[in-house]
């Protein structure tokens, strides 16, 4: 069992940034691929971008690449993803997913609501 705490969203106007942080419990934080997903009013939740357990192959849904980054610090046991350039279908619920390839369970996380508004 792992908890996931997401935070830094907010409201922010077109064009601004926000960083988005997922604190995970376990100190096997390092084994868990993670991922951020976002969900939009009406619309079905959708993987935003992913990242390996030792941080290589991250990878991003064509709508972000270019805008969005996601990283993680195993120390820290968080995984953090870098909003640029944001836009007003950016807007949704944003969520930290954590993978267990030995156990394939996933973990999600409460969720951080990002709103960009002029």
């Known amino acids: 069992q792992v908890q996931l705490v997401e935070s830094g969203g907010g409201l922010v106007q077109p064009g601004g940034s926000l960083r988005l942080s997922c604190a995970a419990s376990?100190?096997?934080?390092?084994?868990?691929?993670m991922s951020w997903y976002r969900q939009a009013p009406g619309k079905e939740r959708e993987l935003v971008a992913a990242i390996g357990s030792t941080g290589s192959r991250p990878n991003y849904v064509d709508s972000v690449k270019g805008r969005f980054t996601i990283s993680r610090d195993n120390a820290k046991r968080t995984v953090y993803l870098q909003m640029t350039t944001l836009e007003p279908d950016d807007t949704a619920v944003y969520y930290c997913n954590a993978y267990n390839p030995l156990t394939n369970v996933n973990y999600w996380g409460q969720g951080t609501q990002v709103t960009v508004s002029s």
């Open positions: 376990r100190s096997t934080f390092n084994i868990y691929r």
